[in-house]
């Protein structure tokens, strides 16, 4: 069965780095775009970046939010997923799910919906 | 880019029907046919029960269902159960953005 599970959450200071990791299993890692998308406490989600299945020519996408401060990226040979946080904010903290992208569409390679979820790692940012 | 809109809490007794609504505008909602349904119950994660409007994934109930007219998308649940208790989020393809957008979510109370 699809299993994804995310690791690397913690409590940092504000300004501080973390990186995350989602270790995938039960399907081909490599067929499927992922995305990273977080849930402030007791608040709504929010596609925070996705990124498509090949390494040769990868699309990255990101929210506003964190564009400039968060990296993502994968290697699909150890079927793993990763976001590189910088200069964190008080307003990044959240629970910040691993999930499987099935489809996207556009020019802009936007993600349609996330069929399957790791449990989430949670990310406070407070000083 | 800015969250589609959903009522904050619904609420229904067991065996009836209620339906949550999902308005966009005419960069998404109301210009595609992508539009997804997400159930969250209480300290877990999120999990698909429709696509494309109105396709549910395999194992998912068939009380679960999806509609779209103009620019608000509709999630059905009939014959309510006490485990539908749950908060539900629409989300959306957007043109304006290069990630989808989803609405605030909606409290689902079965009294």
């Known amino acids: 069965q699809v299993l994804l599970v995310e690791s690397g959450g913690g409590l940092v200071k504000p300004g501080a780095s973390l990186r995350l990791s989602c270790a995938a299993s039960?399907?081909?890692?490599?067929?499927?775009?992922m995305s990273w998308i977080r849930q402030a406490p007791g608040k709504g989600l929010e596609w925070v970046s996705s990124?498509?299945?090949?390494?040769?020519?990868?699309?990255?996408n990101y929210a506003d939010s964190v564009k400039g401060r968060f990296t993502t990226s994968r290697d699909n040979a150890k079927n793993s997923l990763f976001l590189q946080m910088g200069s964190l904010r008080a307003e990044d903290t959240a629970v910040y799910y691993c999930a499987r992208v099935p489809r996207i569409a556009g020019d802009a390679n936007v993600p349609l919906e996330a069929d399957y979820w790791g449990q989430g790692t949670l990310v406070t940012v407070s000083s | 880019q800015s969250a589609l809109t959903q009522p904050a809490s619904v609420s229904g007794s067991p065996g009836q029907s209620i339906t949550i609504s999902c308005t966009g505008t005419?960069?998404?909602?109301?210009?595609?046919?992508?539009v997804s349904w997400y159930q969250q119950h209480p300290g877990r994660p999120p999990k698909l029960i429709i696509y494309?409007?109105?396709n549910r994934p395999s194992g998912v109930s068939d009380r679960f269902s999806g509609s779209k007219s103009g620019y608000t998308a509709s999630l059905t649940i009939s014959g309510l159960q006490t485990e539908d208790e749950a908060d539900y989020y629409c989300s959306s393809y957007t043109s304006a953005s290069t990630l989808g957008v989803f609405g605030g979510g909606t409290k689902l109370t079965v009294l």
């Open positions: 005419s960069s998404d909602v109301g210009s595609y046919k992508f």
């Open positions: 039960g399907f081909t890692f490599d067929e499927y775009y």
């Open positions: 494309d409007v109105s």
């Open positions: 990124i498509s299945h090949s390494v040769i020519d990868t699309y990255i």
